[in-house]
């Protein structure tokens, strides 16, 4: 079984809903991440928790909440999406020791209509 | 904050060395990572290499460090089709954040 799992894998959705996506792991980690891949622009980070009690904002959180529901669970939501949010999300975690190598997701892969 | 620079694409034939290139401006890098993205999955970590070394050695891949020009450099040998992917440049700085490049685009030609 993968150690990180993300769901859906793909959704296409209208402008104004609201859409989760989901994160879980069985890793064991403490630390998640958020990030989003849109093609030429690399991975920019959404938002990512140290742990239950510790959210922080990314470089480009304008637009996304998330809500870490257990250390093992960590969502993101889009409150009212729009067309420019549709890109591939990734969720990634990592251990507080150690060198910081974030573990990945398959993405969720969101088209906004 | 932290700019990293990679060029967005190369192509080598099957067997020949590939050399992926990468710049970052943030000299308190610790840990400098290199990811590959195969089409339709996630990122996984190839290697990386701990900011006091200029270089690392692992089967195919050499990874090299130049801290003075902050340059680092990706060699894959005897490049095979299954080499084909995104490679993404990310230098760690700080306890917990990586910076990640734009991807470079591996096509390796048969």
């Known amino acids: 079984d993968a150690d990180v799992t993300q769901t859906p894998r793909n959704r296409i959705t209208k402008t104004g809903k609201r859409i989760m996506l989901e994160c879980s792991q069985t890793k064991g980690h403490d630390r998640m991440y958020w990030y989003r891949q849109d093609p030429g622009l690399g991975l920019r980070l959404i938002y990512y928790?140290?742990?239950?009690?510790?959210?922080n904002k990314g470089e480009i959180s304008d637009g996304y909440s998330v809500s870490r529901q257990a250390q093992a669970k960590f969502s993101l939501s889009l409150e009212s999406a729009i067309p420019n949010q549709t890109a591939l999300y990734f969720c990634?975690?990592?251990?507080?020791?150690?060198?910081?190598?974030?573990?990945f997701g398959p993405g969720t892969r969101l088209t906004v209509l | 904050g932290e700019d990293v620079e990679q060029s967005l694409f190369l192509s080598v034939r099957e067997g020949d060395s590939s050399v992926i290139n990468c710049t970052y401006t943030d000299s308190s890098s610790t840990y400098l990572y290199w990811y590959k993205q195969e089409p339709g999955a996630g990122l996984q970590l190839l290697t990386y290499?701990?900011?006091?070394?200029d270089m690392k050695q692992d089967q195919r891949l050499t990874v090299l460090l130049n801290k003075k020009d902050k340059h680092l450099s990706l060699r894959i040998a005897d490049t095979q089709t299954g080499d084909s992917a995104i490679y993404f440049c990310a230098p760690g700085a700080g306890s917990y954040q990586l910076t990640f490049g734009k991807g470079t685009k591996l096509s390796v030609i048969p």
């Open positions: 928790s140290f742990d239950v009690k510790d959210i």
């Open positions: 290499i701990f900011s006091n070394m």
């Open positions: 990634a975690t990592s251990e507080i020791a150690g060198h910081n190598e974030q573990f």
